[in-house]
């Protein structure tokens, strides 16, 4: 498959499902917390609450329940650090994102990263992928005041790279981090990771791929 490049001057990646192959841990790192605190999962799908959101608010969705500011931190400090433990250095890279990643700086475009996930996560992750140096922006859950489906994040990415909304394109695989990204005005392609091609079309992804091995950016 070929991305279109057509107006597109800037692109944007979420970390989490599109860069790096971390559900297992996330998954794991959530039901270590419930069985740590003694709750009780919503839903058999319970993980799906949380995906593309920080922390410190899917926690909250999780336990079904509203928490003060500061029981939302030490509850998402806690799911960190189970997640931390898991993932170790062996966490993968999405197939075929560190080509494709690299194809696109080589071309020139500015790539940013658009994510939920910590600071602190993102560097050992893209570091340990050797992706890190391809974006010259990254905006975390620490740099917005509100978490997608809010466009807060992308639109601070966009401007990171000194693009304007409709001038980037996204690679999603949340139904937040989709909504996200076109309610900020930009054109999305999911990456069917944790939801159906369905569910990310109707979210607003214009197309839809497992991953990035059949897809390249043309001269």
Same mark, same amino acid.
């Given at each position: 498959m070929t991305a279109e490049r057509g107006s597109t001057r800037g692109i944007i990646f979420d970390m989490d499902g599109v860069l790096v192959d971390s559900g297992a841990h996330h998954r794991a790192a959530w039901r270590a917390?419930?069985?740590? +605190?003694?709750?009780?999962?919503?839903?058999? @799908?319970?993980? *799906? %609450?949380?995906?593309?959101?920080?922390?410190?608010?899917?926690?909250?969705?999780?336990?079904?329940?509203?928490?003060s500011e500061a029981e939302a931190r030490r509850l998402a400090r806690r799911k960190r650090d189970h997640y931390v433990k898991l993932a170790g250095r062996d966490t993968p890279a999405v197939?075929?994102?560190?080509?494709?990643?690299?194809?696109?700086?080589?071309?020139?475009?500015?790539?940013? +990263?658009?994510?939920?996930?910590?600071?602190? @996560?993102?560097? *050992? %992750?893209?570091?340990g992928l050797g992706l890190i140096q391809h974006f010259s922006v990254i905006v975390t859950a620490e740099d917005v005041s509100w978490g997608k489906p809010d466009p807060e994040v992308y639109l601070l990415a966009a401007r990171g790279i000194r693009q304007t909304p409709e001038r980037c394109l996204v690679f999603e695989d949340s139904l937040v981090g989709v909504q996200a990204a076109r309610r900020a005005g930009m054109r999305v392609i999911?990456?069917?990771?944790?939801h159906t091609d369905e569910e990310l079309r109707a979210a607003g992804a214009e197309r839809v791929i497992p991953n990035f091995e059949a897809v390249t950016w043309p001269l």
């Open positions: 917390l419930l069985e740590e +605190v003694g709750a009780t999962p919503p839903q058999a @799908d319970y993980w *799906r %609450l949380t995906i593309g959101r920080p922390a410190e608010e899917a926690v909250g969705l999780l336990l079904g329940r509203s928490l197939p075929g994102a560190r080509e494709f990643v690299g194809e696109v700086a080589r071309r020139g475009i500015p790539c940013a +990263v658009a994510t939920s996930a910590s600071r602190h @996560d993102v560097s *050992r %992750l893209l570091r999911g990456l069917a990771s944790a």
